[in-house]
């Protein structure tokens, strides 16, 4: 069997889709984000980013560096082994507690990203509570839909941010079921937000425990960053939280917060966190700042929110194509892989902008999008150079049905 020539083939038929990805060759600068360097064969140029994660400008701040320094001139550079062996430092330790205030919640348990999070998790529950069953939105996060299906358990999955179809579908489990409900706080392509009291209404009703993902909230939502579930004050209601570390922290690594003797089992039986090797405590050391910071500090979250709204108005004006939302978020849709790869690469090469396109299987086909995420240290200046740019492209390029010919990037 040619094995380089059936891989090539489903490269080639990636290509042909419109949905082979590259990877831009960027290099941050500190302290001027979201400015950065963009390396090609060519050289390298002068780039605006307008698709990082880093949604509050956390990875260039002054303490969460400071605090990664010392960490490293104090202890070293890795972690040195799992947390069973060795790799529970001081700063992990530290972490965790502050996580746990954070939510308001008896326990947390590090991991290395928030996928492994979700994943380890969620299979890990299924698996020691017989006979569960986990009802999970249906436009829940990759990661949370792998922890159920390697769990093993019953899943029923209910349409997005529906109430009243969740009922139903709890109705038709015996009460004394086990049962856990998967859902998010702000849903990442879409920007919509969970009715989490709602949510929480029916889980004490009939039993269930819920398992709430903020990843695209921590940091960003409610008086210290706890997340839309703080905001709306429902956060003592959610049973298990699921956060991460590199998105409003502005560095890397995932959690979950709970019960004692919910993150003493994850801890005790889940593989992602038993042979996986501890996070750096540099790392550990970047977040617990970043963490302290937001509890205390609410100027980036009022600036995000501003600047949010800001780029929202300015392209409703223009008449682009958002999907609107009350988060953050702010989608831009073009509806075709092809298309969407042509206008972010034109984006790149003529008017120094770098937006990723996201298609499938991050979004359904047929809602290929550019997914725009302005940070408090987006400019004025900035954010009208990015909206007269997608003004340019989408006057030159419309078409009656709402897709967009193919632009040819210069």
Known sequence: MNFERLLQQRLEALRRE????????????RGFFPVADHFTAMGSREVTVWCSNDYLGMGQHPKVIAAMHEAIDLVGAGSGGTRNISGTTHHHVELEHELADLHGKEQALLFTSAYVANDA????????????????????????????????????????????????????????????????????????????????????????????????AVGMYGPRGGGIAERDGVMGRVDIINGTLAKGFGVMGGYIAGTRDLCDAIRSYASGFIFTTSLAPAIAAGALASIRHLKVSSLERARHQERARALKKSLKERRLPIMDNQSHIVPVMVGCPIHCKAVTDTLLSRYGIYVQPINYPTVPKGTERMRLTPSPVHSDEQMATLIDALGELWAACPVPNGAYVKLAAE
């Open 18 to 29: 419109g949905r082979y990805r590259t990877f831009a060759d960027l290099k941050r600068r």
């Open 121 to 216: 998790t969620l299979s890990t529950l299924a698996k020691l509570l017989p006979g569960c069953v986990i009802f999970s939105d249906e436009k829940n996060h990759a990661s949370m839909i792998q922890g159920i299906r390697h769990g093993g358990s019953e899943k029923r999955i209910f349409r997005h941010n529906d109430v009243a179809d969740l009922e139903a579908k709890l109705k038709q489990v015996p009460r004394d079921a086990p049962k856990i409900i998967a859902f998010e706080s702000v849903y990442s392509m879409d920007g919509h937000i969970a009715p989490i009291s709602a949510i929480c209404d029916l889980a004490e009703k009939y039993g269930a425990l819920t398992y709430l993902d903020e990843v695209h």
